[in-house]
């Protein structure tokens, strides 16, 4: 039985990588989910067009997270084992952890805004572990970081906060609902992600990823 490469143990413990941030990732959703105080920008943005469509809020995640994809592209991101990862098992992870948790929703608006803010903390921690990786990452953190290298001068914090802001602009003009989580998500998250990423002295935008032919070729053996 053939060993190993160093290169392709690395490859494999990327991967692992890749699931524990992505589920460290998932329990921040969660914890924004459990918070109880309005959807997040992204879940507007779907409800608002499972309203004008024959397309289910399930359907019209899938389709945004499509389209996102194909906006990746046009920005000439990169798709990578990270992306596909994220595809394959964040949503079933977040599920996971809301049929784990014992606790009623929480109740309280003030409580609801701290679950929510420390969600955003855990959310930010898995995409720096998984993004490490350099094997690529999902849909919407691929736009992310796409809008990012063209706004070089602005902390990616505050790229985000600009896109969710556009995000849930549409969703409410579909007629998205929009509550208090809504428009903390919009703001608070970016703000939680700049403070963590400062800390942390992390900048997605400065990552070399790797795509899905890169680490194929290297998990072959065919290194250039």
Not at 46 to 57: E, F, K, Q, R, V
Not at 122 to 135: D, E, P, R, T
Request: hydrophobic share 50%; net charge neutral; proline share 4%.
């Amino acid at each position: 039985m053939r060993r190993l490469t160093a290169s392709q143990k690395t490859i494999l413990l990327q991967w692992l990588q890749i699931v524990g941030g992505l589920a460290v990732f998932a329990f921040g959703v969660h914890l924004t989910i459990f918070a109880n105080i309005g959807l997040a920008p992204w879940d507007c943005l779907g409800m608002g067009i499972s309203y004008h469509t024959p397309l289910n809020y399930g359907l019209s995640m899938t389709t945004i997270a499509v389209l996102v994809l194909c906006i990746d592209l046009l920005l000439c991101e990169r798709i990578g084992f990270g992306t596909i990862i994220d595809a394959l098992i964040t949503g079933n992870l977040v599920q996971l952890f809301n049929d784990l948790n014992p606790l009623p929703l929480n109740k309280g608006l003030w409580s609801g805004v701290l679950i929510m803010l420390l969600g955003f903390v855990f959310m930010a921690l898995g995409m720096w572990i998984y993004m490490s990786a350099a094997q690529c990452c999902g849909p919407r953190d691929s736009l992310l970081v796409g809008l990012g290298k063209r706004l070089p001068k602005v902390p990616i914090g505050i790229v985000e906060i600009l896109l969710w802001t556009a995000v849930v602009a549409l969703g409410w003009l579909l007629g998205g609902p929009v509550g208090p989580g809504t428009l903390l998500g919009t703001f608070g998250a970016g703000l939680v992600m700049q403070a963590v990423y400062s800390i942390l002295r992390f900048d997605p935008r400065d990552i070399k990823n790797r795509d899905v032919l890169e680490v194929s070729r290297e998990l072959a053996g065919k290194e250039a």
